[in-house]
Each structure stands twice: as C-alpha cells, then as structure tokens.
C-alpha cells in the first residue's frame, strides 16, 4: 500500500542530524555532495558554536569569479574536454587556478583591450558613416563645418515633423544672421546651422527647446563623400585586426579549454561545499550537521557517514515535527505521465508539505479542459503533430514540460472534438460518416454540452472539498476536519446540485441513462418536510448531512471565540451561494467550445464562398480558386488554433486556480534543493 500512502501529497521527507569528527568533516561533505540526496539547514541553536568560513568562501568565490571571466572570453565551454587535478582540496584547487591565472590573465586583459578597443572605434566609424551618408551631397570639406573664431557652426539631428516649426522660430530670433540647412529625408533629418557668435546665446535656448542632438563631425580636408570611402577602408582593416585576435583567441582556447573547464568546475564545487560548511554547527573537536532527505534515500546518507567516518559518528533521523513542517521541503514526486504538470502547480505556490499536492489530479482534468474548451479533433492532431515533432524553434518557444502539458491537451482536444464531430469544422463531417459525431453536436444542441462541464464542475468541486481536503488533513492527524469539515462540504455540493436538478427537472439521458430527476418547487426540493419519492429524500438527507457537519466544524473550532463561531455558521449558508457561483464558472468551457467550432465553421463557409466566385471569373478560376481556398483555410484555421489554444489554456488555468486549488490548497512550500554535485569538465 506504499503507493497509496504517497498518492497526492509532495515525497516523504526525513529530518537528519549527525555528529562527526573534525577530522572527517570534509571526507564528509565530498562525499554527500557526490551522492546528491541531502539538503542542509543552518544550525541556529544557542550554545553551539558556528565556524567563520567568510575568507575561505571570499577566496574561492573572488579566484572562481575570474576563471569564469577567462572561461566566457576564451569560449571554452564551446569544446567537449575532460580532465582531472591530483587533488581536489580547497588549498590545492586554489593554487592550481592561481598559477593557471597568473599564465593566462595577462593575455584575457590584453585581447579583451583590443577588442573592447575595436568595438569602440567601429561603433564611432558607423555612426560617423551614418552622418556623413546624409551630408554627402555637400561639395566643402569638412573642416568647413566646424566653427571658427567668429562663426559658431553645429551639425545636429531633428525630429522631421519639428523642422518647420525649428527654421521658423530661428528667423523669428536672428532673421538675418542665421544660416540653417536640412539634409537627408525620412524621420530624422540633419541640419546645418551657422551664425556669428554673438548671436549663440539666443539660440541657444531653441536648441534645448527642439531637443536638437548636436554631432561631432571629424576633421579633415576631404569632402563627406570622400571622407566615406575611408571610412569603408578602416571598418575593413579593423575587421582584419578583429580576425587575427580571434586566431588568438582560438589558439588560447584549444591550447587552454581542458585546464580551464576543468579548474572552474572545481572552483564551483569548492564555492558550493564552503557554502555548506557555513551552515555547519561545532565543536573543537566535532561538527554537527543537520538537513533533510527523501525518506526512500535516507540511508544512502547513513551509509556514506558510516563509510567515510570509520563509524566514528552518532546520527538522528526523524519524521518532521509540527513545528518543522513549515522549513521542511517539499519535493514534488508524481507518476510520469504526470510529472510535467507540476509545473503547473509550481507556478501557482508549491503546496506546504503536510499539504496536498494536486498535480495528479490537474493531469487528467487539465488535459480534459483543454481539450472542451478547444473542442475540434484536427486542431487536437495538429497541436499534436507540432509538439511530437520536436522541431528546434518548438523547442526554443516552448520547455520540455510546456511541451507535454499541451500534448496532453490535445489529446483531450482530440477525444473531445471526435464527441462533437468537430474536425475543422465540422468539414470532414459533411463528407465521411466516421467524422461525424460521437455523441452530439453542440452548435446545433449546447444543452448536453452544457450539462456535461456543469457535472465536470461539480465532480471536481467534490473532488477538491473530499479527497484534497481531506488528503490534507489527513497528514495532519485532524480527524475532526476529515470528518465534519472535509467530508460535510463533498455532502453539501453533491447534496445541493442534485436538488437544484430536481428543480430544473434535468433529464440524464444524453450520458445513455434513462432517469430525469423529479421537477419540484424551490421551496419543494429543499423543504426538509415535504415528501417525495425515496431519492428525493435521500437527496435532502446528503444535503442537510452536508448543512449539519459543516456547521459543527465551525461551533467545534478550537481556539476561536464563541461568538466567532456563531458568525461561522451563518457564513455556512452563504458559502451555499460561492458554490453555485462556482459550478457557474464551469460554463466558460461550453462558451470557448463553441466559440471555436462556430469560428471554424465560418472560416470554412468565407473559403468556399470565395471559392464559388473565383472560380466563376474567367477561364481556369479553378485553379486560383483552389489556390485561394486553400490559403484562407491555412490562415484562418491556424488562427484560430493560436487565438483559442492561447484563450483555452489560460481560463483551464483559471479554473483550476481559482475554482479547483481554493477548496484545499495551502501554498508555501520550500523547494527541495538537494547538496547535488554536477559534473561536466571533471
């Protein structure tokens, strides 16, 4: 029964608190990292000694910060190497990256110089490129546009649409003592403007006013267009330069790349375990370390003590206590088809971990959702196609879990779309008997439709009150909860919706059973006096079983006041009120259903129609009305599979969130993150 003790809740955890020697701490500690399956906590208890790592961590972390400096320019990453060092020791690992920085330092600070140095000077060359391209019609040297002893000269950028505005103003201020030119064209233009010195001061103020960029022209005899060809021949040679530092860089980097992959990720792991040694409580003569691990590897961390310490040691292993709960970690643990949907749930808050974890059941009732709420089985198989065929540009829009969330969905879609005999649109239908539907079509009858998402809501209403709950509460030892606040609201959904049926006298017989439920008065249905045939009682028995325990939950609630509690109880009726508005909710499925079948539809109708009158135009219209009709169907269908995809997931996600997680979810989970060592150079 081991599988059904962890169903919906995050991995069991076990607390660990061990003492070892000094002398074996850091035999420990490396050999914990290689196994990957503890999390440290930091020892805070008063009397116990904490030991002062921050030179050592300083140290490592400063020597690391420039080895990845050197790893990132020379590129090494970029080459598949493996290495080792003779030892692995912090004073080792330090004076190996030392003599290596030493050697390969001086190189990093002199090419990153030239190139840093090369990337200036080609950014100045394009901007002056860019300049000079607008004034080239100009036949003067450009020295001639620079100012002089008694002519105050500016070259500058304008906003087009403020040149008018700009020149005007300038004759306005000095009519006659101001020449002003534009070049080039389009939304920025460059103007040329000269005037006496004297007359600076009342310009000044108009080049504030017009936001006027003021550019720095070079000096030189040559004309624009002259100075331009030169400047094609130096972005040439600083390309030349640019390439004989990458041979440079290249030679460094094959010569290099083992020794320093190898080296930084030794200096990771360092930082990593100087990091861990932080959290360490001790003695002169012992450390005390405590954490967290999975239940099912707990003793692979008893087993590596006991290797590493020669039994030396004393260790503790414990179940969370009440008090601990709240820093005890969570780790997420579902079965694989499953596992890609904790992102959902992790995107929402991980659930506390005496909590439950709902991710299993978000799986199926996510992808069913879905697949209502886009409701057309060849969008369903082309959303398929598209995340199976693992396509490079999928992959870089989507994660691997994005990825599985939405096959899922389509697989609903599919299932959901092969019900309602939706294949784009309800096309395939027309033509082929296998396409058409399975169950019924809720354009032309949505009741059916309407009654299923309304049963899927209340299902999973009952399902978050009942088994989320009560999940929770179990793990809790709150028995009372289970019993009056857990099991009483599943009786009072279920025990509420079935009488709002008999008052809607809903009929069953669309899912095949041949039952419609008694048509009643309000006051009928929910009279616990009236009669009535034996399930109509039984229906007001579920509900006011439901009424009863959920109002001793609140008279029983402990450490609240009395008149608190009373209040609790009326707030009992009103939830009565949330639930239907809830269930309510559930409709928003049929509503983006049908919305993308009726598009579809449309989509098709536009096509064909357009297709009647191409065709009729003139001699082989045919052909371009085949042409026509087949990109319109392109288009319009897979538009309409992004605008409702995109629509569908999100209020899935809503429904779930704020419908589904509200009835059971406590959030504030910690995640699990285990002391794990990563290897890739060593």
């Known amino acids: ?52 790592r921050e030179e050592e961590f300083y140290e490592v972390s400063s020597v690391f910060g420039r080895m990845k400096d050197v790893q990132e320019f020379f590129r090494t990453i970029e080459l598949e190497t493996s290495g080792s060092i003779e030892k692995e020791s912090l004073e080792s690992v330090l004076n190996t990256s030392k003599s ?33 391209s607008t004034l080239s019609e100009l036949k003067v040297p450009l020295n001639y546009l620079q ?39 389009g939304g920025t233009r460059i103007i040329v403007l000269a005037c006496m010195r004297e007359a600076v001061s009342e310009l000044q103020p108009l080049l504030y006013r017009f936001n006027i960029e003021s550019l720095d022209l070079p000096r030189s005899e040559k004309t624009p267009r002259e100075y331009l060809d030169g400047v094609d021949d130096k972005l040439e040679d600083l390309k030349k330069k640019e390439e004989e530092i990458e041979e440079e860089i290249e030679e460094v980097k094959q010569e290099k790349a083992q020794e320093i992959n190898t080296l930084t990720e030794c200096l990771r792991i360092q930082k990593e375990r100087q990091e861990a040694l932080m959290l360490f409580g001790q003695t002169h003569y012992t450390t005390l370390i405590e954490g967290w691990s999975p239940k099912e590897d707990i003793h692979e961390v008893e ?71 886009l409701s057309d089985a060849g969008y369903g198989l082309m959303l398929l196609a598209v995340f199976l065929s693992g396509h490079s540009r999928i992959k870089g829009l989507f994660s691997k879990r994005l990825r599985y969330i939405m096959i899922g969905g389509a697989i609903g879609t599919i299932i959901a779309g092969a019900l309602f005999g939706s294949w784009f649109g309800g096309m395939l239908g027309e033509h082929f008997s296998v396409f058409r539907p399975y169950w019924v079509d809720p354009i032309d009858n949505p009741i059916p439709f309407l009654k299923l998402v309304l049963f899927l809501g209340i299902f999973q209403l009952a399902i978050g009150h009942g088994i989320g709950g009560s999940r929770k509460d179990i793990l809790r030892g709150k028995w009372k909860k289970v019993v009056f606040d857990d099991i009483g609201s599943t009786l009072l959904i279920i025990g509420l919706f079935l009488l709002i049926f008999c008052v809607v006298g809903m009929g069953l017989r669309e899912f095949g059973i041949p039952y419609s439920f008694p048509k009643l008065s309000i006051f009928a249905a929910f009279n616990p006096l009236s009669g009535g045939s034996m399930l109509v009682q039984i229906y007001r028995g579920i509900f ?61 109708k536009i096509g064909f129609i357009i297709f009647d009158i ?56 910690k995640e699990y993150s285990p002391f794990k060592l990563i290897r890739e150079y060593t």
Do not use: C
């Not at 020697?21 to 490396?30: H, N, Y």
């Not at 590596?304 to 709240?326: F, K, R």
């Open 1 to 52: 029964m081991g599988w059904l003790e962890s169903l919906l809740r995050p991995a069991e955890m076990k607390g660990f608190r061990f003492v070892i020697t000094q002398a074996s701490r850091e035999e420990v500690l490396g050999a914990l990292h290689e196994i990957g399956v503890a999390q440290f906590r930091e020892i805070t208890e008063e009397g116990v000694g904490r030991e002062e």
């Open 100 to 132: 290596l920085l030493e050697e390969i330092e001086p190189k990093h600070e002199r090419l990153a110089s030239k190139v840093e140095e090369i990337q200036e000077k080609r950014e100045e060359l394009i901007a002056q490129k860019d300049i000079l």
């Open 147 to 185: 100012p002089s002893e008694w002519v105050e000269l500016t070259v500058g950028r304008i906003d087009e649409e403020k040149l008018d505005e700009f020149i005007e103003s300038i004759r306005n201020v000095s009519p006659s003592e101001v020449f002003v030119e534009a070049f080039g064209a």
């Open 303 to 373: 087993r590596v003590i006991e290797e590493t310490t020669d039994g030396a040691y004393l260790i503790e292993s414990y179940e969370p206590s009440e008090s601990d709960v709240a820093e005890t970690p969570v780790k997420l643990e579902n079965p694989k088809f499953a596992e890609s949907f904790e992102y959902l749930t992790e995107m929402y808050d991980l659930p506390r971990y005496d909590s439950t974890d709902p991710t299993l059941i978000t799986a199926i009732t996510f992808s069913l959702f879905f697949g209502f709420t």
């Open 544 to 604: 006011y079983s439901g009424i009863v325990l959920a109002v001793m939950d609140k008279l029983t609630e402990e450490g609240v006041p009395l008149m608190q509690r009373m209040g609790g109880t009326i707030n009992t009726f009103y939830s009565v009120v949330d639930l239907i508005s809830d269930v309510i909710s559930y409709s928003r499925i049929l509503a983006l259903g049908v919305a993308t079948s009726v598009i579809a539809l449309v989509i098709n």
């Open 614 to 669: 191409v065709s009729g135009l003139f001699s082989g219209g045919v052909i371009v009305g085949v042409i026509v009709l087949a990109l319109i169907f392109a288009v319009g269908h897979i538009f309409n599979i992004f605008i409702n995809s995109l629509t569908g997931f999100v209020h899935t996600m809503r429904l779930h969130y704020a419908e589904f997680f509200q009835t059971f979810y406590e959030s504030g989970g």
